[in-house]
């Protein structure tokens, strides 16, 4: 088995520097495999990862906001924990990549290498940003790495240009604004070639050919969709509806007209243009890794900052840049050093004014210390997470014992997916979670539905908001049969 290792080494030619940071980073994550089930997004994931292996159509079966990759990821996983292993993996395939990109751009100088490498590497491992965290971020970020290494290191013909081009297109089917990552090698070619003729129809022309290979994993989505009878639930979910989540950080602003309402975009995305733009007029006074970080950022911070929402795993999709630019900061005593100054207080103003929460990584770890040190109890390292995690697997495991996995139930509150994904049970409603029904139905359709497809049983939290209208279903056609830490839970009387 080691000698298999050492020979994947070997072929993958990594220096042994990469290799411990590679095996460290794995270290790091360790306690991410003991994790409960928690995380409100990874919960709503796997829910809709355990509805595709019953067989239950994305988007019209069930609902979220995302492209495919990320569910489609979920239920390869099955569970949390092969959720986080196949997180961990992408993870490490992410790092492998950056370090070849930035030994392509940081040629001959291996400290600069290093350095970018290994906070990379922490940034993208560690919870601060929620590296730990299986989102979309974390995901796309291997495909579009690897776009970009392609576009950076490849010969530039039909198959890499192609190649290239979807990878980006699989990126923007986790997450959408991981399209903002393809132009990023398009700007620096046009930046840093000779501006004449000749050189830009060969820019447009491999331009055109990335663009046809984004689009084919798109066209074959819509395609999918399209033959299964889905394709406007699947359009309107995943693409509609993330034009309505821009600048949705400011609810109160909604009934403003689009233009003062998005105001703030408009102001961002000329102000990413201005800096794209002068990173042109100076091109010549600049290295090219200086132009390639400063244009990854200013299109990277656009966009983090489309919904202005301040999660920080948001900013995972801008870490790349910024640790080249810390890279040049740390190692190269020229007048770069000083200019780099100025793209990095853009990315490290982008956290401070628009508030961006982060994880504290060291109780993250002591907490995990201690529990797998015996000094902290299952019950303590549960409510650690959440206050309601022990009381959501006691329910699961009263569902799992009191009903068949093709049964359905529907709970009431803010932690229904993760109840659902504790007990491999799927909801008789597209709805997953609590604010999917306040933010794309209504409490009345949700009770229509109900009273359609009864669920065998119905949970009701307590720290759920008011949901009057399921009174008159509940007194009907369901026995409230237990209650878990004042959780109702209501069985259907056959």
């Known amino acids: 088995m080691l000698k298999k290792i050492h020979n994947l080494l070997n072929k993958l030619n990594l220096p042994n520097w990469l290799v411990i940071l590679l095996f460290f980073c794995l270290i790091l994550r360790i306690p991410s495999f003991f994790e409960p089930y928690s995380y409100g997004d990874e919960m709503i994931y796997l829910t809709l990862g355990q509805g595709l292996r019953q067989g239950v159509p994305l988007y019209s079966g069930l609902h979220d906001n995302k492209p495919p990759v990320l569910y489609l990821t979920a239920a390869l ?39 970018s490498v290994i906070l990379f590497a922490l940034l993208t491992t560690l919870p601060l940003l929620e590296g730990n965290t299986a989102n979309a971020e974390n995901f796309m970020m291997v495909f579009s790495l690897g776009g970009i290494y392609i576009l950076l290191s490849k010969k530039l013909n039909i198959r890499n240009l192609l190649s290239a081009g979807l990878l ?24 840093t070639t000779g501006f004449n003729k000749d050189n830009l129809i060969k820019i447009i022309k491999n331009s055109f050919y990335v663009a046809i290979g984004f689009l084919i994993p798109i066209v074959l989505s819509l395609a999918w969709y399209g033959a299964s009878g889905h394709s406007g639930d699947y359009i309107k979910a995943a693409f509609m ?8 950080w400011r609810p109160s602003d909604v009934q403003k007209s689009f233009l003062v309402r998005n105001a703030p975009l408009l102001i961002r995305f000329l102000i990413a243009s201005f800096g794209i733009i002068i990173t042109f007029v100076f091109r010549k006074k600049l290295s090219k890794p200086f132009i390639l970080a400063s244009v990854w950022l200013m299109l990277s911070l656009f966009a983090v900052t489309l919904s202005e929402r301040p999660y920080p795993h948001y900013l995972l999709q801008s870490v790349g840049p910024i640790v080249i630019l810390l890279g ?19 990315a490290f103003f982008i956290p401070v004014y628009y508030k961006f929460w982060y994880y504290p990584t060291s109780l993250y770890y002591l907490r995990f210390m201690k529990y797998a040190a015996g000094v902290s109890s299952k019950e303590k390292y549960l409510s650690g997470f959440n206050k309601y995690t022990q009381r959501d697997y006691q329910i699961a495991d009263f569902l799992i014992s009191s009903s068949y996995k093709k049964d359905k139930v529907f709970v009431w509150g803010p932690d229904s997916p993760t109840v659902y994904a504790l007990a491999r049970r799927i909801p008789p409603i597209k ?8 933010d794309y139905s209504s409490k009345g359709e949700v009770v229509k539905m109900l009273s359609a497809n009864k669920p065998r049983f119905i949970i009701i939290t307590p720290e759920a908001k008011p949901f009057l209208e399921i009174t008159s279903l509940l007194r009907q056609n369901y026995l409230l049969v237990n209650r878990i830490d004042d959780a109702e839970i209501w069985s259907l009387i056959h």
Do not use: C, M
């Open 77 to 115: 996983a099955g569970s949390l924990v092969w959720f986080k292993i196949l997180l961990a993996i992408s993870s490490l395939i992410s790092i492998v990549i950056f370090a070849k990109i930035v030994k392509i751009i940081f040629e001959n100088k291996p400290r600069a290498q290093k350095i």
């Open 168 to 191: 980006f297109g699989i990126s923007s089917l986790t997450k959408v604004p991981a399209i903002f990552d393809l132009p990023v090698v398009i700007l620096f070619w046009i930046i």
């Open 241 to 248: 509806q993330n034009v309505g989540y821009v600048s949705s």
């Open 328 to 346: 040049i900061l740390l190692t190269q005593k020229t007048v770069e050093q000083s200019l780099v100054v100025i793209p990095l207080l853009f």
């Open 431 to 438: 709805y997953v979670a609590d604010y999917h029904v306040f």
